[in-house]
């Protein structure tokens, strides 16, 4: 993936925070197709972003799959025990797959050609971790594939891949392993995204074997993977919230950042109050 872009596409993560804005919890929220795709299509549309995103970090399809998940604390859920291996449910018909996946459906219809759909799912790294290593990342990456296909048919044009900042053991086997979920993408005339938060260089080896995605990253956190970058490629930028730093402002302006997103979704990090002034700085990256 190559090019220069005449700017960067604004994304950022409000799928939960959109909840907050009308005073409901993290999970009530999540669990209503009609409140979740009628408030992102608003926040969408007040805040005059390129992406509206239905869906990031929640885990919904490692619960679809059986993980229990806790939602006492609030956003993000935590994990209750394991991922259950073989998977216990069916991504479209369990836990939050079909709120997902008809609020994709819906935004689509409501938005129309004015905004891209965008959605996330788990990362078959952090799906290893969470069966606790019964399942290893590569085999891994045919649920995600799964989970990918659902969501393009469903009509979401980008797709987040959301991983935590630990890298895979065996990068190149991993790679390959994906490349099946990528094309995916791909033959839907999508676009491909692997979000990595923090410091997160050990993906270095990943985002050198190249492909039909972006890898999408804090340039401060992760100064490796901002050296690779701003040599070659295509890329997008995930900060966190507050003024970019020197070197997210540089990689933003070279003609070759695609993406302008968050580290995480902005629920667990930024009052509802704060979420205009919060995007405006995001958007100032690339200015």
Not at 2 to 29: D, H, I, M, N
Not at 42 to 50: F, I, K, Q
Not at 248 to 264: I, P
Request: glycine share 12%; net charge negative.
């Amino acid at each position: 993936m190559g090019g220069t872009v005449q700017r960067p596409l604004l994304a950022p993560l409000v799928s939960a925070v959109a909840g907050e804005l009308q005073g409901l919890g993290a999970e009530e929220f999540l669990r209503d197709t009609t409140k979740l795709s009628n408030a992102i299509r608003d926040l969408s549309r007040s805040l005059s972003v390129d992406l509206a995103v239905a869906e990031f970090g929640t885990l919904w399809d490692a619960e679809a799959m059986g993980l229990p998940l806790d939602w006492s604390g609030g956003f993000p859920p935590e994990p209750k025990g394991e991922l259950p291996i073989p998977p216990l449910g069916d991504l479209a018909g369990s836990g939050r797959g079909p709120v997902v996946l008809e609020a994709v459906r819906r935004l689509v219809s409501l938005l129309g050609e004015q905004v891209v759909v965008s959605a996330g799912v788990t990362g078959p790294v952090r799906l290893s971790r969470l069966s606790g290593g019964k399942l290893s990342a590569v085999e891994a990456a045919d649920l995600v594939l799964s989970a990918v296909r659902l969501l393009c048919e469903a009509g979401a044009r980008l797709i987040w891949v959301v991983e935590d900042p630990e890298p895979p053991e065996d990068p190149e086997a991993l790679a390959d392993a994906m490349v099946p979920a990528w094309q995916s993408i791909a033959f839907y005339q999508g676009m491909g995204a692997l979000h990595v938060s923090g410091a997160a260089d050990g993906w270095e080896p990943v985002a050198s074997s190249g492909g039909p995605y972006l890898v999408c990253f804090d340039p401060e956190a992760s100064p490796g993977l901002a050296a690779h970058f701003r040599a070659s490629g295509n890329y997008g930028l995930a900060l966190p919230p507050g003024q970019p730093g020197q070197a997210a402002k540089e990689l933003a302006s070279t003609g070759r950042c695609v993406l302008l997103t968050n580290d995480a979704d902005l629920a667990s990090a930024v009052a509802a109050r704060d979420l205009r002034k919060t995007v405006s700085a995001l958007r100032s990256a690339a200015r």
